[in-house]
Nanobody
Framework: QVQLVESGGGLVQAGGSLRLSCAAS????????MGWYRQAPGKERELVAT??????KYADSVKGRFTISRDNAKNTVYLQMNSLKPEDTAVYYC?????????????WGQGTQVTVSS
């Protein structure tokens, strides 16, 4: 099995910054894609950013403010969030597409709360 453990969430004022981390552990051959999603109260889960090889993808709402990066040696993905806005308040979930013996496996973290006060 693959476990994703997130950290770095918290309460911050608008305009502030937070850095989320997500470390993968378990038995797998490699990680193809890692990413971050978020879910605000009463809303569906939405993509924030993904990273695969050297390619990154961002939601329009976070472009220019958030940066996703990855440390392959540590099987860890990061999300640097700057210029945070109240509308960024949500539970942030880490996601990974993992190569295992058999079909690739999609794993999710438990989520970390990010709250941005105005």
């Amino acid at each position: 099995q693959v476990q994703l453990v997130e950290s770095g969430g918290g309460l911050v004022q608008a305009g502030g910054s937070l850095r989320l981390s997500c470390a993968a552990s378990g038995r797998f051959f490699g990680i193809r894609t890692m990413g971050w999603y978020r879910q605000a109260p009463g809303k569906e889960r939405e993509l924030v950013a993904t990273i695969s090889g050297g390619s990154t993808k961002y939601a329009d709402s976070v472009k220019g403010r958030f940066t996703i990066s990855r440390d392959n040696a540590k099987n860890t993905v990061y999300l640097q969030m700057n210029s945070l806005k109240p509308e960024d308040t949500a539970v942030y979930y880490c996601n990974a597409l993992v190569a295992v013996l058999g079909p690739d496996f999609v794993s999710w973290g438990q989520g970390t709360q990010v709250t941005v006060s105005s």
